[in-house]
């Protein structure tokens, strides 16, 4: 299926036009202003943000790495979910004064015309990379459907075409004039283009390729291989580092920055876009994998990128491939038109006019107006020029991190603005400078020539798998340096001034930080260096003592309280620079990876009690609402803890308590290592690990089988950099106690039933056969009719001793529910088990040894274990040769009693292992055994929460013996739940 290029040109000018005339008609005001500027119109203006990724990009991460294209979307979706504290403070210094970009926001707030400079020229030097991205998606995409034409005169049309768009969208008026409302809904209009063309497509595709859900499952599970992108597990690097860039974006992006900010309506707009970009942004994604699939399937004779056309060229509607061609030029003509009007206005603001002023002129307008038009012209021409000699040879994911790592090096600088006060323009410049510096090194230099620069200094070549190790060091460092440079130089008045513009109540932070020491008493020691033994002794008990703690303390809060007592004291004895040069050498903290600082939450809480009296007004307000909110916490009927990412434990309400036993007094301030091991464990694992829920979580305490859901929802946003997490603990042990009651109910229901069913439908036949056996065996005296009629009952006989085990079996349920179990001493039950098996008279020669220690004791049914213990020893016995051992241990581990029954025999093939446990599989010899021995104990052990494996062989010469391995909750008497580390 092919076009004319001519076809092509039309129909895309036709478009643009259309486009034009949608501006052009809200800029008269033929369109109501209601409409125009309703949130739905502003949240779909900021759809510009997916640009061709939607279309052709992300169909083509789908099909390498599966849902990892979902981190493109996930991040900004975030920023936007975290709206009131990110972009709100954002919006309103833009509205306050009047900055109309990114570059703009950076001059004011570090009163330094070189921070807009660089910022300009940082963002220029990005956005190239993902202007050349959208202009070598036209280009392909018109080659494709016009296989004879060039992409590269393609690619010169198109640029062609966009100068012109944009010069008519946006260059037409004034600089500083209120928003661009026709090319707000323009833009509306393109992302709604995308959008029904490619929900379109994934519907069409599903229900006329796949015949539906069902038919797309079975060809899934034909085609494992070409599903199996999305069924392998996300590195966590790459995942994490698109998703930091995409969320970057929305600050960051200077088309972002202008859609979000400077045409912006209203802050009502933006409070419905914080969860209506996300949701656009999740109907955009989820045609992207039948897209994909779709594609595979009709064998579609172009690269994964382009499947949106691709696949049409299966479906034969040439009406459709057109729309799709459509919907990419929609896709890529927005995000070119506004990312380049955004552009052009930083380079005019703070390159042009700082190096050439418009003075004494008689049309200022009108001389702004130009030039804006030839920064339009020179920012496309320029994208088009990297498309010659870089884009067109990159994929969409390439040219993308690299246009997305070079904005990203602006993020730390853009949350200075509103979040550290303290942050000034030397350390901005610095850590840009830096950055910048490592992002064209590391990642734009070895994408864009093929030598592999980075070899030759020893570094990995990169590629698209490890570029986030690059883009995390760039950023690392310039967070680092920023940071550094900041601290290390003062601040002028004029940024201070600027600083407290951009913050509402900026106030430094305490940090959060682990400390070198991890104790009082390592405080002593640590002190004794610079005051001598006595003194550093004496310094710190009196601090301890000051502070109501115990002579040796352990928990990371206290001990940084401790520090800072010490620090007091100290100043009053040698003067505040030499306690805070003493503290900061001998009492420091480990370093922080990537630069970040915690809030110490401890701290501020204790600094708002003491100002309680003081806070009036607003503040007064505001504290009482976070008291509010704190009791609300503390009194949830849900247990409820909140964790630091670095262990340490910052809440612990009232819930928690109860369902632990731990009083917050003695956790809250500790870290997860001061908690008794199975909760210890238990929430180290769940927090460390990546699942949000996880339910039914077995806990055994004091010899009692206790669940547990828990419920993880990570603490992270700029607002709260330092991370964390908010774990939910429910207490589910009444419930599945209840659940397994009922289950075994119904259980004995259906299994009594079933072997009731099969005693009397088949006991009366082999009563009757063996009555006529034995009728038979009177009426003759001929030997061979009576040895048959001997087999024959003897045969009824087994069959009578089969159907006597199911219904024991069957009953092996009937037992007494968990909560009414009692104590059980192991040595007692074994005891009686060995009494009970020599009673039958096998095995006399054997020796039985009861190793298992008195005092071990296990919550259960004793009657029960007993039934458990003879069978593995009637195995036992029935395995072991004449005069050999069969020995009984026991002992305990950590919250389980372990049992183990080892004999001497010839031991369990390998092959036979794995069903031993089922019923009716015996591995003795005919006549000997049913085969629901094991299968009852296996039953009983389940029934008292417990575990059993079997060993074999395990004699020293590899030539036989058995070992049964029983692990049950081990009963304890009460004792103190916290541990002390």
């Known amino acids: 299926m092919s076009f004319s290029l001519t076809t092509l040109i039309l129909v895309s000018l036709a478009y643009l036009s259309l486009l034009f005339g949608i501006a052009h008609i809200t800029e008269r005001g033929l369109i109501p202003a209601r409409w125009v500027r309703h949130p739905l119109v502003y949240i779909l203006s900021l759809g510009v943000y997916a640009g061709i990724w939607a279309i052709y990009g992300s169909v083509g991460m789908a099909s390498v790495f599966g849902f990892g294209y979902l981190a493109y979307y996930i991040g900004i979706s975030g920023a936007f979910l975290l709206a009131p504290v990110l972009l709100n403070p954002i919006l309103r210094i833009g509205r306050t004064y009047q900055l109309t970009s990114l ?114 499952e079975i060809w899934l599970n034909h085609n494992v291989a070409l599903a199996s992108p999305f069924g392998i597990k996300l590195d966590d690097g790459s995942w994490r580092a698109l998703m930091l860039m995409s969320f970057a974006a929305a600050l960051v992006l200077p088309h972002m920055y202008h859609m979000i900010f400077s045409e912006n309506p209203s802050p009502r707009a933006l409070a419905k876009a914080s969860w209506g970009l996300p949701l656009y942004l999740l109907l955009l994604a989820i045609p992207v994998p039948l897209i994909l699939w779709g594609g595979q399937a009709l064998d579609a004779p172009t690269e994964s990128s382009y499947f949106a056309l691709g696949a049409t060229f299966g479906l034969g509607h040439p009406a459709l491939t057109l729309a799709m061609y459509i919907a990419g030029l929609s896709a890529a003509s927005g995000l070119m038109i506004v990312s380049t009007l955004a552009l052009a206005g930083m380079v005019l603001n703070h390159v042009v006019l700082p190096l050439r002023p418009p003075r004494e002129r008689a049309d200022i307008y009108g001389w702004l107006r130009w030039v804006k038009r030839i920064l339009v012209a020179v920012i496309i021409f320029a994208a088009l020029v990297f498309y010659e000699g870089v884009g067109s040879r990159l994929d969409f994911a390439t040219l993308g991190i690299l246009a997305l790592a070079g904005v990203l ?174 503290v900061k050498h001998h009492l420091g903290f480990k370093p922080q990876a990537g630069g970040r600082t915690g809030q110490d939450i401890h701290y501020i809480e204790k600094a708002l009690g003491d100002y309680q009296s003081q806070l009036t007004g607003l503040a007064g307000e505001l504290d009482n609402l976070r008291r509010h909110y704190r009791q609300t916490l503390q009194n949830l009927p849900i247990a409820a803890c909140s964790i630091g990412d670095d262990g340490e434990i910052l809440m612990w309400n009232h819930a928690m308590e109860e369902v632990t036993g731990i009083a917050a007094d003695d956790v809250v301030g500790a870290r997860l290592t001061a908690l008794p091991d199975q909760w210890q464990e238990m929430l180290d694992d769940f927090v460390s690990g990546e699942e949000l829920h996880r339910y039914k979580h077995r806990l055994d305490m004091k010899g009692r089988p206790r669940w547990f859901n828990l419920h993880k929802s990570t603490l992270s946003g700029p607002d709260h950099p330092e991370g964390g997490n908010v774990v939910l603990v429910e207490d589910q042990t009444e419930t599945r106690l209840l659940e397994d009651e009922l289950m075994h109910s119904e259980r004995l229901a259906s299994v009594g039933r079933l072997a009731a069913g099969v005693a009397h439908e088949v006991g009366n036949p082999v009563t009757g056969i063996s009555s006529l056996a034995q009728n038979l065996k009177l009426e003759t005296d001929n030997p061979d009719i009576l040895s048959t009629a001997d087999q024959i009952q003897q045969q009824t006989r087994r069959i009578s001793r089969i159907l006597q085990s199911l219904m024991n079996f069957a009953r092996s349920g009937n037992h007494a529910p968990a909560n009414r179990y009692e104590p059980v001493e192991l040595r007692r039950c074994i005891d009686e088990s060995l009494n009970l098996v020599s009673l039958s008279g096998k095995g006399r020669s054997l020796q039985y040894s009861n190793d298992c220690p008195a005092g071990l004791q296990v919550l259960g049914d004793e009657q029960r274990l007993v039934q458990v213990f003879v069978n593995l020893l009637a195995n036992a016995r029935d395995a072991s040769p004449e005069g050999s051992l069969i020995r009984i241990s026991g002992k305990q581990e950590a919250y389980s009693a372990i049992i183990e029954v080892v004999d001497e025999g010839a ?23 049913t085969g629901l021995g094991l299968s009852l104990v296996y039953s009983i052990v389940e029934e008292h929460y417990g575990h059993i494996q079997v060993e074999s062989p395990v004699a020293k010469d590899g030539n036989g013996g058995t070992c049964v391995r029983l692990s049950l909750p081990a009963f304890e008497e009460d004792t103190d739940t916290l541990q002390e580390s």
Not at 471 to 493: H, K
Not at 907 to 929: R, S, V, W
């Open 907 to 929: 031991g369990i093939p390998a092959d036979q292992l794995d069903h031993i446990f089922e019923p009716f599989y015996t591995t003795k010899a005919p006549n000997e055994g």
């Open 409 to 582: 090096q602006l993020l730390p600088g853009a949350l200075g603005v509103i979040y550290w006060p303290e942050g000034n323009r030397k350390g901005l410049i610095a850590g840009l400078l830096a950055g910048a510096g490592i992002w064209a090194l590391t990642l734009v230099l070895p994408f864009s020539v093929d030598a592999d620069i980075l070899t030759l200094v020893g570094l990995p070549s990169v590629s698209v798998s490890n570029s986030h190790i690059f883009a995390f060091a760039s950023l690392t460092v310039n967070v680092s340096v920023f940071a550094l440079i900041s601290l290390l130089t003062e601040t002028s008045s004029e940024e201070d001034s600027a600083a407290q513009s951009c913050s509402l109540g900026a106030l430094s932070r305490p940090q959060r930080r682990e400390l070198m020491s991890g104790s009082s008493d390592e405080f002593k020691q640590q002190l004794a260096t610079p005051l001598g033994q006595a003194v550093a002794s004496r310094e710190v008990n009196r601090a301890l003592f000051q502070l109501r703690l115990p002579s040796i303390e352990y928990r990371p809060y206290q001990l940084r309280r401790l520090r800072d007592q010490i620090e007091v004291n100290l100043s009053g004895l040698m003067g505040p620079s030499v306690a805070q040069d003493i």
């Open 103 to 216: 570059a703009d926001l950076f001059a004011f707030r570090y009163r330094s015309q070189w921070a807009g400079t660089l910022v300009t020229l940082l963002s220029g030097a990005a956005i190239l990379s993902l202007l050349s991205m959208q202009i070598k998606a036209v280009a392909d995409s018109a080659a494709l459907l016009s296989p004879g034409a060039s992409p590269h005169m393609i690619g010169l049309l198109f640029s062609l075409a966009m100068v012109l768009f944009t010069v008519l969208f946006g260059a037409r008026r004034e600089q500083g004039q209120d928003s661009h409302q026709g090319l707000v809904v323009a833009i509306a209009f393109d992302s709604l283009i995308k959008l029904v063309a490619l929900l379109f497509l994934g519907g069409l595709l599903l229900f006329s390729v796949f015949d539906g859900f069902g038919g797309l």
